[in-house]
DNA sequence: GTGATGACGATAT
DNA sequence: TATATCGCCATCA
């Protein structure tokens, strides 16, 4: 690469920031996460990102981060118990209600303050006329 | 520098 | 709805 694009470790520093905003009895997808993040970011990225977290678990809710699918890709790690002791509610199949807990992202003004972007509208969960309006 | 892997996403069947 | 295949980009061997 011939690119040593921004400190490796920024990057991923970035992707812990963005999880961070999600708020206890919500949830985020990789992709949302990727998207929020920006600069090329991708879901994939994001997973290896929080596999990487090590010490920094405790500090970073990894948890409220599941899959498009909304089901919990770890196992072992106690994921789906945390959600559920902050109110998350799951489906007979055991996948997220994505309709009631999905996170529509950052604040614009908090993404503009820190270089990040905001998720675009998702059709069929729109939560309303909020900010249709830029 | 190349190839394989992955806590994924989207589309096609 | 579930399974199969391809694409995506960074990290590791």
Known sequence: MSTPPRDEREYFERIYTAVEQVPP????????????????????????????LGARSATVPWQRVINRNGGISTSGYGQREALAAEGVTFDERGHVRMDAHHWQGPSEQWARAHGFQTLPARPGSVPDAQLRLF
Do not use: E, K, S
């Open 25 to 52: 009895g919500q949830v985020a997808t990789y992709g949302d996460i990727a998207t929020i993040v920006g600069d090329g970011c991708d879901a994939r990225i994001v997973g290896h990102a929080l596999g990487a």
